[in-house]
């Protein structure tokens, strides 16, 4: 076994990696030091899971039924922080203004680049506003605002396309990204809504790196009727999936989804794991997996983009899903990691109910946030 490397070293070559003033660290990604704050747990209901480590599967939010907010009431509440953060500073901006000048732009720049929408996007975004200037079309605060809306919905809707699922059999779904971030959560939200619509999914659990990881899959599994390929605590990653991928072959499975673990020490270490993974699911089921879908915490913000940075290099990232846009008022991060990276955002999460995640669409999520 090759020492590990030092943690002062990883951290520089992350830093240099990813060139933003706060970086994504590996090296402390651990069960100890998760990357955000995990959410606050709503408090279980044991008769729904028994035997089943409750306390590690929130229950979905009981909904009032007279009340159930819309699909859309339920993504704009979800999106209230960055909608606060970023339209209402730019409404106290723009709102009532007669005219619109350089230094209006500015100051929208600095908004822009505070919420997380990030510096290349935004200095492109201002770039495109001053242009529309100088033809004359920002007349007011108005349109301006109008005018940023249908540019960041352009940049959104560019790169955007939903995961079409159903072309392969067993259609093998990767899941990867740093611990905390909501993968588990986000399979096992996937999977319930895939076996409702009639799928027959097999999950497996590819984190063997603590048994609850795989306890915390078997209780998702168990809610929607899916069965979990699971090792012991420990075990090679590698050899689940290549259980995994006989078994999906075997049962005709439609999809197969894989849990992997994100508390890897070092990029090299990383770098193994995931070429080793896609090898064994490569030979097992050729031309799988079909999507890399990279899980990224929202809250963790220029983060994010450092995480991109690092997966698209060690496992070819196909697509990204943003959890937790409910908690954080840094949702302009969807603009800037799917701008950046060209690539596509397919799901994001703003709750911890399985309706709360979401398919991402450019059109819903740019109304969402400037819709008053
Ligand atoms: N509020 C909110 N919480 C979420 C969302 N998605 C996931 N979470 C919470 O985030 C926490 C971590 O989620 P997990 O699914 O365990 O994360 P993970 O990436 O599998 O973590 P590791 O297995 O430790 O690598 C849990 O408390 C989830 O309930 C979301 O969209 N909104
Ligand atoms: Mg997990």
């Known amino acids: 076994?090759?020492?590990?490397?030092?943690?002062?070293?990883?951290?520089?070559?992350?830093?240099?990696?990813?060139?933003?003033e706060k970086t994504v660290d590996i090296s402390e990604v651990s069960p100890e030091a998760p990357v955000s704050e995990p959410a606050p747990v709503p408090e279980p209901v044991p008769?729904?899971?028994?035997?089943?480590?409750?306390?590690?599967?929130?229950?979905?939010?009981?909904?009032?039924?007279?009340?159930?907010?819309?699909?859309?009431?339920?993504?704009?509440?979800?999106?209230?922080?960055?909608?606060?953060?970023?339209?209402?500073?730019?409404?106290?901006?723009?709102?009532?203004?007669?005219?619109?000048?350089?230094?209006?732009l500015e100051e929208l720049e600095e908004i822009l680049i505070t919420s997380d929408i990030g510096v290349k996007t935004t200095v492109e975004l201002i770039r495109t506003l001053e242009q529309r200037l100088g033809r004359n079309e920002l007349k007011n605060g108005e349109a301006l605002r109008s005018a940023l809306k249908e540019e960041i919905m352009a940049r959104l809707t560019a790169h955007h396309q939903p995961l079409a699922i159903g072309g392969q059999k067993p259609f093998v779904l990767l899941v990867i990204g740093v611990n905390g971030v909501g993968k588990t959560t986000t399979i096992g939200k996937l999977a319930s809504r895939f076996s409702?619509?009639?799928?027959?999914?097999?999950?497996?659990?590819?984190?063997?790196?603590?048994?609850?990881?795989?306890?915390?899959?078997?209780?998702?599994?168990?809610?929607?009727?899916?069965?979990?390929?699971?090792?012991?605590?420990?075990?090679?990653?590698?050899?689940?999936?290549?259980?995994?991928?006989?078994?999906?072959?075997?049962?005709?499975?439609?999809?197969?989804?894989?849990?992997?673990?994100?508390?890897?020490?070092?990029?090299?270490n990383l770098m193994e794991e995931m070429k080793k993974i896609r090898r064994v699911i490569d030979r097992e089921i050729p031309g799988a997996p079909h999507e890399t879908l990279l899980v990224l915490d929202a809250a963790t913000g220029q983060n994010a983009v450092s995480q991109v940075r690092l997966f698209k290099e060690a496992a070819g990232v196909t697509g990204l899903a943003l959890t937790k846009?409910?908690?954080?008022?840094?949702?302009?991060?969807?603009?800037?990691?799917?701008?950046?990276?060209?690539?596509?955002?397919?799901?994001?999460?703003?709750?911890?109910?399985?309706?709360?995640?979401?398919d991402f669409d450019p059109q819903e999520f740019a109304d969402a946030l400037f819709q008053a």
């Open 47 to 104: 008769e729904l899971v028994p035997e089943l480590v409750p306390e590690l599967v929130p229950e979905p939010p009981v909904q009032e039924k007279t009340t159930k907010p819309s699909f859309f009431e339920r993504l704009k509440s979800g999106l209230k922080k960055t909608k606060d953060g970023l339209v209402g500073r730019i409404d106290a901006l723009v709102l009532g203004k007669k005219t619109i000048d350089a230094d209006t």
């Open 1 to 20: 076994m090759e020492p590990q490397e030092k943690k002062g070293f990883f951290r520089g070559l992350v830093d240099k990696l990813s060139g933003v």
């Open 325 to 358: 846009l409910d908690g954080t008022a840094k949702g302009g991060i969807v603009v800037a990691v799917s701008h950046e990276f060209a690539l596509p955002v397919r799901y994001i999460g703003v709750g911890e109910s399985i309706e709360d995640l979401r």
């Open 196 to 268: 409702a619509s009639g799928s027959k999914v097999l999950l497996a659990a590819a984190d063997t790196f603590r048994a609850a990881a795989a306890e915390q899959l078997i209780a998702w599994g168990n809610r929607s009727g899916v069965e979990v390929i699971r090792h012991k605590e420990g075990a090679d990653p590698s050899a689940v999936v290549f259980d995994a991928c006989k078994a999906a072959v075997a049962r005709g499975v439609d999809i197969l989804i894989i849990d992997t673990a994100g508390r890897l020490h070092t990029k090299v």
